[in-house]
């Protein structure tokens, strides 16, 4: 009797191991197709992309608006978008324009000979860039499960305050190399600092102090799926109102109270993970317009109702737009996206209806890099590591750097200069020479990668790498 239990115990197991074998063999084989697929795809996006419509609106058209327009007690909130107020300080996602640019009338050095560190202190890995703010510079940092942002004495390096907050998340296998930390650089106004968080979370801190005062996790709120690579986007102030990607969409948020004001689906909300660029603004015509560069989509938006004003079909390999748009004028903006191309559209405006145009475009890609421009060229770190600059004009190549350099680049520029920080912990200043590639002067300044956008203030560098955060500063001549 216990032998034929053995017997029938040892078939069973026999049978579990083959239905199991059977599971394991189909779950490959659908995993491969799902990846052909999705490739395949791709390239059919690419190939077909020539043939695409520029979607069209009308402003006075009774077709109703994907926005919700509601705030959390249900009722319809206006913003006024007369205005966009800028800080004079780096106290954003690439300074205080948002374009890369300080407008400052003291010319940088032409060599780094006098550029000296001040302090440096240890930190968790982050990728989020340091701001700054009258005498403070603050930082984000991940530490296993929290997210941690801190206040530092700019002078000293001495630490003020520091928050957290439950925020960590994993990143797909293919990603995991670099690392699942925060990447969302915060933005600062007069009394607060707004940081997102990876899970798709917002928390607005008394800057003074670092007091909660209010906080979102959107993918309660709408039910949604967490980006895969986390959210990414960096926040944008519009008047008294906070509006970044999140919740499978664009949101806009009262800023003192936390309250949601629309929320707009541009795309499919099927799509994997959410927007990894981040939003500007324009006035186009005397309206202001919110420039988004979403997944699949380049699109304006009205930032007082959250209404999609037009809707542009972009060649993006995957859903993969990282750059930032660039202002060229108001109305003509340069966008690039992974494995697809490099694009210019001028922005119109005719009896009420928006018109959205391709000016030019060519295969000189910035991946993750946003260019600067400056006057009629842009300056730009390609998908190839090489350095370029593009005639903004209509995109024809002026020159191509003959070195390569790391995988991301983070530009800021002054009058005919650059300084760019390689992620490879190098710093180059350059003159921005249209005419051909003029290299000044580098520096190393880090050992670890420095994949977070580098600030400046006057002759004041920080420089945030994967485990610490270090002043440089140049003697004023």
């Given amino acids: 009797m216990v032998e034929i239990r053995f017997k029938h115990l040892r078939n069973q197991m026999k049978n579990q191991l083959r239905i199991r074998a059977v599971i394991s063999i189909v779950t490959t084989w659908v ?41 959390y007690n249900g009722t319809t909130t206006k913003i006024d978008p007369t205005s966009n107020q800028k800080s004079s300080e780096w106290n954003q996602w690439r300074g205080p324009f948002r374009d890369g640019h300080l407008h400052q009338d003291e010319k940088w050095p032409n060599d780094w000979k006098g550029l000296e560190k001040q302090w ?20 984000c940092e991940s530490n296993k499960e929290n997210e941690v942002v801190r206040c530092i004495n700019r002078e ?39 940081i997102g968080g990876m899970r798709d979370f917002l928390i607005c801190l008394d800057k003074s102090d670092g007091k909660i005062r209010w906080q979102i996790d959107f993918a ?134 928006w018109k959205c145009q391709r000016q030019w475009d060519n295969n000189r890609l910035c991946y993750m890099s946003t260019p600067v421009l400056i006057k009629d060229h842009l300056f730009a770190h390609l998908q190839t590591n090489r350095l370029a600059c593009l005639s903004a004009k209509d995109g024809k190549l002026r020159w191509l750097s003959d070195q390569t350099f790391g995988q991301y680049m983070s530009f800021v520029a002054n009058q005919d200069q650059l300084i760019a920080l390689d992620q490879k912990g190098i710093l180059y200043l350059i003159r921005a020479n249209p005419e051909k590639w003029e290299l000044l002067d580098k520096k190393i300044v880090s050992d670890q990668e420095t994949w977070s956008h580098l600030a400046v203030r006057g002759n004041e560098l920080y420089i945030r790498d994967l485990k610490s955060l270090t002043k440089w500063k140049w003697e004023k001549k």
């Fill in 120 to 139: 440096s202190i240890e930190l968790n890995p982050g990728y989020s860039g340091p701001i700054l703010s009258g005498d403070y510079v603050y930082t």
């Fill in 156 to 194: 000293t390096g001495k630490m003020i305050w520091q928050q957290h907050w439950q925020g960590g998340m994993k990143v797909p296998d293919y990603a995991a190399a670099n690392g699942d930390w925060i990447r969302s650089t915060p933005i600062v106004d007069s009394d607060s600092i707004y």
């Fill in 220 to 353: 309660q709120i709408y039910k949604s799926t967490l980006p895969l690579f986390g959210m990414v986007s960096s926040p944008l102030i519009v008047d008294d109102y906070l509006m970044t990607y999140a919740g499978g969409g664009i949101v806009a948020i009262n800023k003192k109270t936390g309250k949601i004001a629309w929320r707009t689906v541009i795309d499919s909300d099927r799509l994997e993970g959410g927007a990894t660029s981040s939003m500007i603004t324009t006035q186009i015509n005397g309206q202001m317009v919110l420039i988004a560069l979403y997944r699949k989509l380049f699109a304006g938006i009205a930032p007082d109702s959250g209404k999609i004003l037009w809707k542009q079909e972009i060649p993006a390999y995957r859903g993969t737009t990282t750059i930032t748009p660039v202002l060229l004028e108001k109305n003509r903006i340069f966008i690039s996206m992974y494995s697809g191309r490099s694009m210019v559209f001028e922005i119109t405006q005719e009896n009420q209806k």
């Fill in 31 to 71: 995993t491969l197709l799902w990846v052909m697929t999705n490739i395949s795809s791709g390239q059919q996006e690419n190939k077909r992309f020539s043939t695409v419509e520029t979607i069209v609106f009308d402003n006075n058209s009774s077709t109703p608006s994907t926005s919700d327009s509601l705030d």
